[in-house]
């Protein structure tokens, strides 16, 4: 492997040779992406476990922020290995076209965290029925393919089919991999981005509410609970307004929503409305009122919402855990410096789109574009 990265990133000539294959489509396509966008966002889940056991790692993590501040603006490169699955004679296997694209978006939307995501070998194309349409049943199947030098990604039909709208979820322990839904990888809900967030010791910012989310009728305008649990997190602490108990992060139990300052109380208030604004008048157990959740937060459980981002103290978090040495598996490959390919290429042939009509192939010609590997 080269000791740059060029076009595993965002190479725009690889996009105008896709949009112009599938330029007959695009109407078609258009119609199918919004629909699933939209359903994507209200109705999946995520299937991570976040008890304390989880938690540990940001614990840790967090005694070494200052190390992560005083580095400034580095370049932290990620070594991605996807395990592509299908049924045992091969049907149902999501694109290489689309993996890319979805490799390039990531980028795009971690470019300003300084973290940076190449392919860390050749595509894994498994045919596997079992472990495509239950993801969660073949773990054992899962660790006998993976890549020891990278963030694994198993991409399968069904991660979890004994649970409800499981999107994707990261497995922590010894098997710290990501097992995902085709259908999800890429989309505008951020769900990739979300289960990288878990890899890297993130968890929900409505961590303990995922079950029974807030609403009036359940928890009243005054919240006088202090404690909430869930299937993923077992009992935890509701995070006050004052910030009193948002960094409890002891060993002791239980532990205060995500752990982090910077992210607002989050009662679940984006799963419970199917949106992405604030729209309830709710207060702590301290009767203190809750302004503004950060519902458009990549960790929370909003929908269509426009600009996802993560929080300053996320992004600490998730740098400490790259820099950390249960981290260092990913740190052992030789890419150091980072050069997109940000030129497009020149499409030589055809000439006029407009004038192909519809034939078994089109012959594409192009200059070549400078470190470019493919296209």
């Given at each position: 492997m080269q000791n740059n990265i060029q076009d595993v990133f965002c190479p725009y000539f690889y996009q105008n040779f896709f949009e112009m294959k599938l330029l007959a489509q695009i109407s078609l396509i258009s119609v199918v992406i919004f629909s699933s966008f939209?359903?994507?966002?209200?109705?999946?889940?995520?299937?991570?476990d976040q008890s304390d056991a989880f938690m540990e790692d940001l614990i840790r993590n967090k005694k070494n922020w200052d190390n992560v501040i005083q580095k400034g603006a580095v370049d932290r490169f990620v070594p991605v290995q996807f395990h592509s699955l299908a049924n045992n004679d091969g049907t149902g296997r999501l694109s290489q076209d689309a993996i890319r694209a979805a490799l390039c978006q990531i980028n795009e939307r971690f470019d300003s965290l300084e973290m940076r995501f190449y392919l860390a070998g050749p595509i894994n194309e498994r045919n596997n029925s079992s472990a495509f349409t239950n993801g969660n049943a073949n773990h054992s199947f899962f660790r006998s393919i993976r890549n020891p030098e990278a963030i694994n990604v198993?991409?399968?039909?069904?991660?979890?089919?004994?649970?409800?709208?499981?999107?994707?979820?990261?497995?922590?322990?010894?098997?710290?991999?990501?097992?995902?839904?085709?259908?999800?990888?890429?989309?505008?809900?951020?769900?990739?981005?979300?289960?990288?967030?878990?890899?890297?010791?993130?968890?929900?910012?409505?961590?303990?509410?995922?079950?029974?989310?807030?609403?009036?009728?359940?928890?009243?305008?005054?919240?006088?609970?202090?404690?909430?649990?869930?299937?993923q997190t077992g009992s935890i602490g509701v995070e006050l307004v004052n910030g009193d108990n948002c960094g409890n992060l002891g060993w002791q139990s239980p532990l205060a929503g995500d752990g982090l300052c910077d992210t607002p109380p989050d009662y679940g208030f984006g799963q419970s409305c199917n949106c992405c604004f604030f729209q309830f008048d709710v207060w702590d157990s301290n009767n203190e009122k809750i302004g503004m959740p950060m519902l458009n937060n990549v960790m929370s459980y909003s929908s269509n919402c426009g600009d996802w981002n993560f929080s300053q103290q996320q992004v600490f978090a998730m740098k400490a855990s790259y820099d950390s040495n249960r981290r260092s598996y990913i740190r052992g490959g030789n890419i150091s410096t980072y050069n997109p390919i940000t030129e497009p290429t020149t499409i030589l042939a055809p000439d006029n789109i407009s004038t192909i009509e519809e034939y078994d192939g089109v012959l594409l010609q192009w200059e070549a574009v400078p470190n470019a590997e493919q296209y």
């Open positions: 939209s359903l994507v966002s209200q109705n999946s889940q995520c299937g991570t198993y991409i399968v039909e069904s991660p979890r089919p004994s649970a409800t709208n499981v999107a994707g979820y990261y497995s922590g322990g010894n098997n710290d991999f990501i097992v995902i839904n085709k259908d999800f990888l890429g989309d505008d809900g951020y769900t990739f981005e979300h289960e990288i967030g878990h890899f890297f010791t993130l968890s929900h910012t409505h961590r303990g509410w995922e079950d029974v989310p807030y609403s009036p009728d359940v928890y009243g305008d005054t919240v006088r609970i202090t404690s909430i649990s869930s299937g």
